[in-house]
C-alpha cells in the first residue's frame, strides 16, 4: 500500500480565501484523523471518522473549519474563509485501530501558509 | 485539562551515547502510551508503544518504561546514531481507550557523528 496520501504538499494562499486539504487513506482502515501542527500548540486533534461518520470533531477551532469524508478513499479538510493564523501543517492519519488503542499511520502533511 | 508533559524539548548526544525522553500524564484512566518518530518534512512514524499491564517494553535499541503509578514513562535510546536525529513525541490517551490520544509538545533530538 502506498500509505496515506495528501494533498497539497505546499499551499500559499492569501487571507480571506477558500483553501481545501485533501486526504487518501489506506485502504481497509475504518477511522480517519485529521491533525494540525504549530510550534506553540504542537499535534492536535481536529476530528476524525468512523466508516466516513464524523465521531468527535470538539478540536475543530471555529465554524470556518469543516470537513467531510464522502467515502472510505477520500476526505477533505476545508477552510473558509482563511486566516494567518491557520498557517500551520495539516496531517491527515488513518487507523485500524480504535482511536487512543493502536497505532496511527500519519501521511506526509499539508503545509499551509496564509498571508 | 487533561495533558501530556514532555521533556526535554531538546537534547544533543554523541553518536554512541544513549538518550532519555521523559514523558507525564495527568489522567489516571490512561492506559496507553505510543511514540512517535517525526523526521524533517514527514508525518510522525510510531517507532514503540506500551499499555498498561506492562512496566517495559524493548525492541533492539530502543525501550520505553512506564510507571503508572507516578504517571510517568520514558522513552530510552541506546547506541544513538545519526538517523535517530529525529523529532519524538509521546503520547496518552486521555480518556482511557474510549478518548483520545493527546501529544507532548515533542523532543528535538541530534546525535552528533
Known amino acids: 500500500d502506498a500509505g496515506v496520501i495528501q494533498s497539497p504538499r505546499h499551499e500559499v494562499t492569501e487571507m480571506g480565501q477558500e483553501v481545501t486539504l485533501r486526504c487518501k487513506p489506506i485502504?481497509?482502515?475504518?477511522?480517519l484523523f485529521w491533525y494540525r501542527q504549530t510550534m506553540m500548540r504542537g499535534l492536535e486533534l481536529l476530528i476524525y471518522f468512523n466508516n466516513n461518520v464524523p465521531i468527535d470533531d470538539s478540536g475543530m477551532p471555529e465554524d470556518r473549519f469543516s470537513a467531510k469524508m464522502p467515502n472510505a478513499s477520500f476526505s477533505t479538510l476545508k477552510i473558509q474563509p482563511s486566516e494567518p493564523r491557520d498557517s500551520a501543517v495539516y496531517f491527515c492519519?488513518?487507523?485500524?485501530?480504535?482511536?487512543?488503542?493502536?497505532?496511527?499511520?500519519f501521511g506526509e502533511g499539508s503545509r499551509l501558509t496564509v498571508l | 485539562g487533561e495533558n501530556v508533559e514532555q521533556h526535554p524539548s531538546t537534547l544533543s548526544v554523541q553518536e554512541g551515547d544513549s538518550a532519555v525522553i521523559k514523558c507525564t500524564y495527568s489522567d489516571s484512566a490512561s492506559n496507553y502510551f505510543p511514540w512517535y518518530k517525526q523526521e524533517l518534512g514527514k508525518g510522525p512514524q510510531l517507532i514503540i508503544d506500551i499499555r498498561s499491564n506492562v512496566g517495559e517494553k524493548k525492541d533492539q535499541r530502543i525501550a520505553v518504561t512506564l510507571n503508572k503509578t507516578a504517571k510517568h514513562f520514558s522513552l530510552h535510546i541506546t547506541e544513538t546514531q545519526p538517523e535517530d536525529s529525529a523529532v519524538y513525541f509521546c503520547?496518552?490517551?486521555?480518556?482511557?481507550?474510549?478518548?483520545?490520544?493527546?501529544f507532548g509538545k515533542g523532543t528535538k533530538l541530534s546525535v552528533k557523528p
Open positions: 485502504s481497509g482502515h475504518d477511522y
Open positions: 503520547a496518552a490517551n486521555i480518556g482511557g481507550s474510549q478518548g483520545n490520544l493527546i
Open positions: 492519519a488513518s487507523s485500524f485501530f480504535a482511536p487512543a488503542t493502536g497505532e496511527l499511520f
